[in-house]
């Protein structure tokens, strides 16, 4: 334990540096494919190492193949932060290693989680009866939802499969883990309506997916479940979940809610309008670690339906049997194992409190606004999105192999990250604010380099 000790205080003192001034590294990873692979044994030590030797190979070896997401120059995909009390929340999940495979096996693992899904659907303005369950990512809450939505229209499925003729409904700027859920379902990629958006606003258009479902069932298909996002992977868009959830009802379908990072925002009043109609969703995924500090990993998935939910996936083998009458996650989902997720969350929703987490998202949604309206009054560019929340998409006017150029560049001079995207068949650029270091002159460094390589692409 002197060991342990010792390294603690190291590693405390070196995350507490790396915390407080990520930018001393470069946001991107400076090796090449396979460089860590090779430049490891390739087989593991017979006898153990000391310490010294391990973090030296660390710092060596691992390091440089980190992409630092928690750089504030780091504006690509959904930008996020890993906030310092949530780090040592991660420290005591370590040390603890408990797994919550029933009540009894943790008792606090599960009551925790039940606290905090209580907390965020108050947070957020949502029906405070509802279930949650905390998983790894998006795309497993959302597997979970179709799994479902299969049983709910269909509730032969869990004992006799699923009829071949079910269909799910998204729109074409749904993220891919709708298609990948449904594929791994067996729902198979046909089985999925791709709906094209409104290509100014990147909506889905309620109308079409009335029209969709309509042919569907005039072709004796069965309508199983659609999928609303609540921002967007590409352009943060919100579908119109009133609408949506008006023919979800009608049809006797499961409405599924993607707000994987949408859905912090919604802790804070002035946007609590993302949830409108969402109190009408069968389910609905957030990310924690997309946008309110938690470090990855942590999703939650809300559901108004844990029935269904526990029709899917229940099933108790004789060696899990306990006499008590505590609420066994496990029932309601594919893994049986679980790690103490809401420990993290738990420190952080009380470090920052509601207000703090509102203040911090309302701050970086202003700050993407007044670049956006940079990017506005230069004639050079265009906005290609409307930017409802912290990213904007943007590109030069004119063909796509100059904003790739751009792209590449801005990435190549090494101190800023952004990634791309397409709409409208039309190559896109995005900036993605998300991280707590992130500020006003961050951004204005990014605009200079912006304009400065334009002049000689
Ligand atoms: C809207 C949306 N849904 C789902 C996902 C998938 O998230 P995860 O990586 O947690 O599976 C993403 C990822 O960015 C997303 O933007």
């Known amino acids: 334990m002197r060991e342990f000790r010792e390294w603690g205080h190291k590693l405390a003192d070196w ?14 990873a400076s090796i090449r494919p396979n460089d860590i692979i090779q430049a490891l044994p390739a087989g593991g030590p017979v006898q153990g190492e000391p310490m010294e030797r391990i973090f030296s190979d660390f710092e060596k070896i691992i390091l440089p193949g980190v992409t630092h997401w928690n750089h504030p120059n780091f504006l690509a995909y959904f930008a996020n932060t890993s906030a310092p009390p949530a780090i040592l929340a991660e420290f005591l999940a370590a040390a603890l290693n408990t797994n919550g495979i029933l009540w009894k096996t943790s008792p606090a693992v599960t009551e925790l989680e039940v606290v905090c899904v209580r907390w965020l659907l108050a947070w957020m303005g949502l029906p405070g009866d509802w279930f949650g369950i905390l998983f790894d990512t998006a795309s497993i809450s959302t597997l979970h939802a179709l799994a479902a939505a299969r049983v709910y229209v269909a509730p032969q499925t869990r004992d006799e499969g699923a009829p071949n003729n079910l269909i799910v409904y ?11 859920g449904a594929m791994a379902l067996g729902f198979g990629r046909k089985q999925v309506r791709r709906i094209p958006c409104d290509p100014v606003d990147f909506r889905l258009r309620p109308a079409d997916l009335q029209a969709a479902i309509d042919a569907d069932r005039a072709a004796g298909l069965l309508p199983c479940c659609v999928v609303a996002t609540v921002g967007s992977t590409s352009t943060t868009s919100v579908d119109p979940v009133p609408a949506i959830a008006e023919i979800a009802e009608r049809e006797h379908i499961w409405l599924h809610v993607d707000a994987a990072y949408a859905g912090s925002a919604a802790v804070a009043p002035e946007f609590h309008w993302l949830m409108e109609g969402c109190e009408r969703a069968h389910s609905m995924v957030f990310n924690p670690h997309k946008w309110m500090m938690v470090p990855v990993d942590c999703s939650v998935l809300f559901s108004s339906r844990p029935d269904i939910l526990r029709q899917a996936f229940s099933l108790l083998p004789e060696y899990l049997k306990t006499s008590d009458d505590g609420l066994n996650l496990m029932d309601y989902g594919i893994p049986l194992g679980r790690r103490f997720r809401a420990l993290k969350l738990w420190f952080t929703m009380r470090y920052y409190g509601r207000d ?31 930017s409802p929340l912290s990213v904007v998409c943007f590109r030069l006017q004119g063909e796509d192999g100059p904003n790739r150029e751009l792209l590449e560049r801005i990435n190549a001079d090494g101190r800023f990250f952004l990634s791309h995207t397409v709409l409208n068949g039309r190559f896109v650029l995005r900036v993605a604010v998300g991280n707590l270091l992130t500020t006003r002159e961050t951004l204005a460094g990014l605009w200079d380099l912006v304009c400065g390589l334009v002049l000689s692409i």
């Open 15 to 28: 995350v507490a540096d790396y915390v407080e001034s990520p930018e001393q590294h470069a946001v991107l």
């Open 356 to 386: 703090g987490i509102a203040a911090m998202i309302r701050d970086q949604v202003a700050m993407l606004q007044e670049l956006r309206a940079k990017m506005e009054a230069d004639s050079r560019f265009e906005i290609c999105a409307p």
């Open 170 to 180: 998204c729109s074409d700027q749904a993220h891919s883990s709708v298609e990948k």
